[in-house]
């Protein structure tokens, strides 16, 4: 007896079975790219009415220097007099172009500010990625290989412990011991003032120290550099280890229980080959998702972090321009961390979308 087959006309292939692949993934990016805009206008508008609250930076910069009928020129020269919604609507209008207006203390490019001081920012938020990688993953492995015993449960207190104490408070209690007890690193700074003079005397700068160092072939230089990075760097990084070495350890827990590793648990794998090479892998993908998610709070450590360390990026001198309310600069930095914060979640979701088609299902 034959039975006979009938394609129904029209009917949708299964992306898993043979049909186009990844016929859901084109929609479900241009939805996640679209929402990149209002995720970053609902956070500069939010930062732009909440500073006008506490007055205008012009009397606050100048109002115990300047009388009356200058004051107010100045305010009439910067706009300030103007009605709060032409004042929203032309600071949209500035962003749209590129144009982040001119600070109210120094008069120079918003631009300029984020050009010269980003750089520090990122190299620090790196040192940071790779702490807490170093850190996180490793300890994470070893609390799951004994789970529920004494290993395990001191590194869940550490996890918890890192994740709760402010970077702040981490960042002083390590100078205090590594910096001025026992005198073993610096406690401030990028590099010694002879290096940065250094570095800023080469024919082309990244603003990256490191690399910087590394380009001009200087290992007085590259080692300077690397020991002014140990301290802020562990500081903002245990903030993140702590929330990988959480995650590792349960994915780790759930993976060494699969039937695969069972498997091989049963033709007697030794217990350290059954982590690093059965189960590991499949319990590190979350990671890497993970690690995007945590853009966000490495950009809020870094304003602590930089402030503890003189680390001389955008955190230290969002500080600074929030203590003096210079509206323009502060409204700059906060629109390049909502825009690299959006564009990492972005390219978290494509991540999570590549590796799991169910996420944009």
């Known amino acids: 007896m034959t039975t006979l087959t009938h394609e129904v006309p029209g009917a949708a292939a299964d992306p ?64 300030y007099d103007r009605p ?64 529920d015993r004494a290993p395990d449960a001191g590194l869940r207190l550490f996890a918890i412990l890192t994740y709760a104490t402010p970077v702040f408070f981490v960042g002083l209690l390590l100078k205090l011991v590594f910096a001025i007890r026992l005198g073993w690193l610096p406690s401030s700074g990028r590099a010694s003032t002879d290096v940065q003079l250094f570095l800023q005397d080469q024919s082309s700068t990244t603003g990256v120290y490191l690399i910087d160092a590394l380009r001009s072939g200087d290992g007085t230089a590259v080692g300077d550099v690397l020991r002014h990075a140990v301290l802020p760097g562990v500081a903002l990084g245990l903030l993140v280890a702590g929330v990988l070495l959480r995650l590792v350890r349960t994915n780790l827990i759930g993976t060494l229980s699969a ?5 091989a648990r049963s033709r007697g794998v030794a217990p350290l080959r059954l982590v690093t090479h059965h189960a590991a892998r499949p319990a590190l993908i979350p990671v890497v998702t993970v690690l995007g998610l945590q853009v966000a709070g ?11 360390f003189e680390w001389k990026g955008l955190g230290y001198q969002l500080a600074h321009y929030l203590t003096v309310r210079d509206f323009p600069a502060v409204q700059g930095i906060v629109a390049l961390f909502a825009v690299v914060v959006a564009v990492t979640n972005f390219l978290v979701d494509v991540v999570a979308a590549l590796i799991d088609p169910r996420v944009r299902y």
């Open 84 to 147: 709060l919604l032409t004042q929203y609507l032309d600071y949209l209008r500035g962003l749209a172009t590129g144009d982040f207006g001119r600070t109210v203390t120094d008069n120079q490019p918003v631009t300029h500010v984020l050009g010269t001081y980003g750089a520090a920012t990122a190299e620090l938020a790196c040192y940071a990625l790779l702490v807490a990688l170093l850190v996180g993953v490793p300890l994470g492995m070893v609390a799951a290989a004994h789970r």
């Open 16 to 79: 898993d079975d043979g049909g186009p692949t990844g016929q859901g993934l084109v929609p479900y990016l241009v939805v996640r790219f679209l929402l990149i805009v209002p995720t970053v206008l609902v956070l500069v508008s939010l930062v732009f009415f909440l500073m006008r609250l506490t007055g205008d930076p012009i009397t606050a910069a100048f109002g115990g220097r300047l009388t009356p009928d200058q004051l107010h020129a100045k305010l009439h020269q910067a706009g």
């Open 298 to 308: 490495l950009l809020g450590g870094a304003v602590l972090t930089e402030t503890t």
């Open 259 to 263: 039937d695969y590793v069972e498997a």
